[in-house]
């Protein structure tokens, strides 16, 4: 047992009977090694991330990393928002919901490693396949620097903005996110 997550779970506030639920069912598949990532109990198959347990204030989930190739049979999985290409959570409201798809669970976990032994990769959208708002590209063609930093920025950190700028319906959003974010991206870093 991972002393981080031990800790993790002896200092929740909420949640703690489902996830020492959780953690125990997890922790029943013997192919899966207890890491502590992102602030989270993780648990990996030779160092690929398969499954993370955490809570929102609604409720606690089991968030599977390759969700989007699990077959889903039950039905069960969760994709938080429609920009989550891979992730699936299943998601608990109290400890008895987690008792009653313990075999449930177990069964997805097991094939979340199946496809970890396998290789499966999924595809995600390129860059490339994210609109660049008029109002960036203006930005972009008129500061040379600007253009500089935001290409030399991960594909992922590129995608985060171009997403978040083009999500806003109006021109003055647009431009008013751009101008927020100019000196982030300036500096190289992400959103967050």
């Not at 999985?77 to 008792?99: G, K, P, Y």
Request: hydrophobic letters at 35%; one cysteine or more.
């Amino acid at each position: 047992m991972n002393e981080q997550v031990s800790a993790f779970f002896s200092n929740a506030k909420k949640w703690k009977e489902e996830y020492l639920l959780l953690r125990d069912i997890v922790c029943k598949n013997p192919s899966l090694q207890e890491d502590y990532k992102w602030m989270h109990p993780c648990y990996t198959f030779q160092g690929k991330n398969v499954v993370l347990i955490h809570g929102f204030k609604e409720y606690c989930a089991l968030l599977f990393h390759k969700g989007a190739l699990l077959s889903d049979p039950e039905q069960v999985l969760i994709q938080q928002t429609e920009n989550v290409q891979s992730a699936r959570q299943i998601r608990f409201h109290d400890v008895r919901q987690i008792a009653d798809l313990k075999p449930v669970i177990e069964a997805y976990i097991r094939e979340a490693v199946e496809i970890e032994k396998a290789g499966k990769k999924i595809t995600l959208k390129k860059t490339t396949d994210y609109p660049v708002p008029e109002e960036f590209k203006k930005a972009l063609a008129d500061d040379p620097a600007l253009r500089q930093a935001f290409h030399s920025l991960t594909p992922g950190r590129q995608r985060a903005y171009l997403f978040y700028f083009g999500q806003a319906k109006q021109a003055k959003t647009r431009e008013a996110r751009i101008e927020k974010y100019y000196q982030q991206i300036l500096d190289g870093k992400g959103m967050d």
